[in-house]
């Protein structure tokens, strides 16, 4: 466990904290005036290792002692700060990060962090690694989770959920969304499928896979058969087929590792969560009833009402993802994303 201090007077800001990886979704804005909640569950830190996110800095400017990049928490994570309402930036609804960091430390007022809040963002407060340090704590820090233990706790995401519109109350018969977080996986996932397929086409298992990738794997990938075969594989999955060239598999929510098989194979990463509904799409099954329920009464809630938009990739996930891995150096993958604007306007 950790806390975070400020690195002029050492007053502590933050509650103490675990690390977790960080959210494939953490950068991500979704939607036009939509209410995004909160990013971090409580108690958890992740840090941003790469060369983007609100502080913006250069790695040549980042800290030395283990938050290389900027750290983000939950709000109510935050101790000893004070709003900055000057810095509010260029958002329309709340803070986006924009003018800089805008909550300072209340005992010395030094800026130490941005606080984010607007429409289509993710709710999260980001520390700036130049103005804050981590310093360890007494405390049990529960280790991560096994695949089988993830798979007991069964926390999947749902592909499609409500969204309320900004500074609106939730209503019944509010526009039902794919899930953000399915978006931005599609996005990752999708980069990493581009550079398995080797320039091939590439197939996927129909349901929600197909839903995700197929409009996209048709459009950049050319016809050419025979089709490189991506299947979905992991903890408490059965052996792949030998003609299987990609997997599909989960990262672990706690260390950011990705699941590997004996074999070696080409290995496409999606959050666990995403990944847990893609090979168990199935609601649970009834559970019994609590609160105002009678005992003995079996819940049965409907399904989710359809989503009628057709599902629409992550485009900036894509391309950060896309921009990390040195593969897309490759000078047929170059040729492949180099004019994706057509397709970015076409919705996939």
């Known amino acids: 466990m950790y806390v975070f201090v400020c690195r002029r007077c050492d007053a502590e800001l933050t509650a103490p904290l675990a690390q977790v990886a960080l959210p494939v979704h953490a950068h991500q804005a979704y939607g036009n005036g939509l209410q995004l909640p909160v990013l ?45 309402p000057e810095r509010r930036g260029g958002a329309c609804c709340g803070f986006d990060g924009s003018g800089g960091p805008n909550l300072a430390c209340v005992a010395c007022g030094l800026p130490v962090a941005s606080r984010i809040d607007d429409c289509s963002l993710w709710q999260a407060v980001w520390l700036d690694p130049a103005a804050v340090r981590r310093l360890p704590v007494e405390g049990a820090d529960a ?48 980069a990493h499928l581009l550079v398995a397929s080797e320039g091939r086409a590439v197939t996927v298992p129909d349901g929600m896979a197909a839903t995700m990738f197929r409009r996209a794997l048709d459009a950049l990938l050319p016809p050419a058969r025979p089709a490189r075969r991506a299947v979905l594989a992991g903890p408490g999955r059965p052996a792949p087929d030998a003609d299987a060239a990609i997997l599909l598999v989960p990262s672990h929510p706690r260390t950011g590792e990705t699941w590997a098989p004996a074999a070696p ?38 399904p989710a009402p359809p989503v009628h938009d057709a599902f629409r990739i992550d485009w900036q996930v894509f391309q950060r993802t896309l921009d990390r891995l040195p593969a897309a150096r490759a000078p047929w993958l170059r040729e492949i994303t180099g004019n994706l604007t057509p397709h970015v306007r076409a919705g996939l």
């Open 40 to 84: 971090m569950e409580s108690g958890t830190f992740a840090v941003e290792r790469g060369p983007w996110g609100p502080p913006w800095r250069r790695r040549a400017e980042t800290a030395p002692d283990g938050a290389d990049g900027p750290v983000v928490i939950a709000p109510g994570d935050v101790r000893g700060t004070v709003l900055l």
């Open 143 to 190: 280790g991560p989770a096994s695949w089988a233990d993830l798979l007991a706790e069964g926390r999947g995401v749902p592909p499609s959920e409500p969204i309320a519109s900004w500074g609106e109350p939730f209503r019944a018969g509010d526009r039902w969304h794919w899930s953000p977080q399915w978006v931005a996986a599609a996005g990752q996932a999708l």
């Open 265 to 302: 194979a080409h290995l496409v990463p999606l959050p666990f969560g995403v990944w847990l509904r893609l090979v168990l799409p199935e609601s649970p099954p009834p559970v019994p009833g609590s609160g105002p329920l009678a005992g003995g009464i079996l819940r049965d809630d409907p």
